[in-house]
């Protein structure tokens, strides 16, 4: 128990950056990612990821709001508008990985 709460107060100090506009409008209109854009992505999926940590599925099902943002001292308004940000880069991993694998079959390359 108290390692659960150390570890919650410790997940409690990542701040997860909000994605430029730019992130949002190549998410937004299916446009190809550079480098720099997917970086941006990775880094700040990986925030949601260190933030939430286990409760991270069940923040992108919507289940227990309220309960998940009591645990993580949040408001639910707050956790409601990150649950919306994270669906958006959730699709923005979709499309990344789709033209991956675009591009590695127009190179003639395995598909996995």
Same mark, same amino acid.
């Given at each position: 128990? =108290?390692?659960? $709460?150390?570890? !919650?107060?410790?997940? *409690?100090?990542?701040? @997860?950056?909000?994605? %430029?506009?730019?992130? @949002?409008?190549?998410i %937004? ?7 720099? !854009? ?6 700040? =999926? &990986? *925030? /949601?990821d $260190?933030? /939430? &940590?286990?409760? !991270?599925? *069940?923040?992108?099902? &919507?289940?227990?709001?309220?309960? !998940? ?9 707050? #956790? ?8 958006? #880069? ?6 990344? $990985? ?5 591009? =590695?079959? %127009? ?6």
């Open positions: 128990m =108290t390692h659960e $709460r150390t570890d !919650l107060a410790d997940r *409690a100090g990542t701040v @997860i950056p909000r994605p %430029s506009q730019e992130l @949002i409008d190549a %937004s209109r299916g446009n190809q990612m550079p480098d720099t !854009l997917r970086g941006e992505l990775r880094s700040i =999926t &990986g *925030a /949601f $260190r933030r /939430f &940590g286990e409760d !991270l599925a *069940a923040l992108r099902a &919507g289940k227990a709001i309220d309960q !998940l943002a009591q645990r993580h001292g949040l408001d639910p308004n707050v #956790l409601a508008s990150a649950r919306d940000v994270l669906s958006q #880069l959730d699709k923005g991993i979709k499309q990344a $990985r789709a033209q991956d694998r675009a591009q =590695t079959v %127009s190179r003639g390359g395995p598909v996995r």
